[in-house]
């Protein structure tokens, strides 16, 4: 049990060890499933519970804590591993509610063993007195669930966003120490969960603008004493502002696509555009979706395979699509033996990306010569674009 201030504590557990989120999203540093304890004169809260697998290290740390009668358990967030310990914890407090909107109580009853009279059910504004604590309901939906809320604790300041803000790490530091790499991972947990919905994201800032915030506690990563590091940072995030920066990922059998993508990211360079280069063979796709938010042009390159594109670079295609990033630019190159439909597929696999899409490069066998051309003029259209946009000069 560690302090954020007076009878407020972080209860929750830190995942060392964990490698894969939902078995698709690598987590390089770990995470952390963060619960927060609130003792007020008259009841006590417990904000979130924790994945199950480590149920029992939250109601150690609640024992701990010497907490012998629990009021409330807030839950912002139907997903296992902010509400999957719910149950063990009625087990240990059987007189405490379940606090939740109207949409996370259904979800709650269809994933968790749960009763409907163990269920408080609040709505946007409403409030809900520990005594001499406050706390606030504040519906914040698609961050990133359709049922998701944040907690604003009145007399302290602090908002407990859930999801919202949050980053996967496993730290020992309850506050946020080095900025500059929480915002890398905050940045890359943007990118894999929160990017497909920027717009929601835009409706919720506007929802705390009210509010005074001297503390930001989510539900993963550490607690941010210094909220205008990640409010800005995701008011950038959201808005339409690129940078001078090309995504090249590509996959190469033969070598023919990695010498056309090689020409074409020194034939940028050369041009004064921004280039990241990622090869998508064993490739931690995090890296690519932190580039994704905020790149100007995306470029997929890949050879043919039985006359579609590599899997590898259709499931960086469907990746792409899913996470929908402003880009404003897409383009396609690759290579083929005898016949491909490559550009028709992976272009067709795009379509959530509202971006240009730019005449494709595709050489048969070898590139010659003239597919050189080809990719010198692609080089000069990007760099075309990145001035029009005023990210180049």
């Known amino acids: 049990m560690r302090a ?11 995942d060392w060890d964990r490698r894969l989120f939902d078995e ?7 995470t952390s499933y963060n619960a927060y304890l609130i003792k007020g004169s008259e009841k006590t809260a417990l904000i979130d519970a924790v994945d199950p697998a480590k149920i029992q290290d939250l109601i150690s740390h609640l024992v701990g804590a010497g907490v012998d009668k629990l009021d409330y358990v807030i839950s912002h967030h ?20 379940i606090v939740t909107n109207a949409k996370c109580k259904g979800l709650l009853l269809e994933h968790l063993d749960v009763d409907e009279e163990q269920f408080i059910e609040v709505a946007e504004g409403q409030t809900l007195s520990l005594g001499d604590k406050t706390l606030q309901f504040i519906i914040t939906p698609w961050v990133h669930w359709p049922e998701t809320m944040c907690t604003y604790l009145k007399e302290d300041k602090i908002l407990f966003s859930c999801d919202f803000f949050g980053s996967h790490q496993a730290t020992s530091s309850v506050f946020v120490e080095n900025e500059a790499k929480v915002y890398e991972a905050a940045k890359r947990y943007f990118a894999e969960i929160m990017m497909p919905f920027r717009s929601a ?15 930001i506690a989510p539900s ?37 696509t990695r010498r056309m993508v090689e020409y074409l ?35 997929l390159a890949a050879p043919t395979v039985l006359v579609g594109p590599h899997p590898t670079a259709a499931h960086a295609a469907f990746v792409v699509n899913a996470l929908k990033p402003k880009t404003k630019y897409a383009g396609i190159i690759g290579s083929y033996g005898w016949g491909s439909k490559l550009v028709e597929t992976l272009a067709g696999m795009l379509g959530n990306l509202k971006a240009e899409i730019l005449e494709p ?19 000069e259209t990007i760099k075309a674009k990145h001035q029009e946009l005023n990210i180049l000069k």
């Open 361 to 379: 490069v595709m050489v048969k066998g070898q590139p010659k010569p003239e597919d050189f051309e080809k990719l010198e003029a692609l080089a």
């Open 78 to 97: 139907a997903e296992q591993d902010h509400s999957g310990g719910i149950v063990d914890v009625l087990m240990m407090y059987p007189d405490a509610r």
């Open 201 to 215: 994201i835009a409706g919720n800032l506007k929802k705390l603008e009210p509010l005074e915030i001297a503390m």
């Open 265 to 299: 990211v020194d034939s940028l360079m050369d041009k004064g555009v921004g280039v990241k280069q990622f090869n998508l063979t064993g490739i931690d796709l995090g890296h690519l979706a932190i580039d994704l938010v905020d790149a100007a042009t995306v470029i």
């Open 4 to 14: 954020l201030t007076k009878n407020v504590y972080s209860v929750g557990v830190q």
């Open 220 to 256: 993963h990563g550490p607690v941010y004493p210094r909220p205008a590091l990640i409010m800005d940072a995701y008011k950038d995030w959201i808005s339409e502002r690129v940078e001078n920066k090309v995504i090249v990922a590509y996959v190469s059998m033969h070598d023919s």
């Open 24 to 30: 698709l999203i690598p987590l390089p540093d770990g």
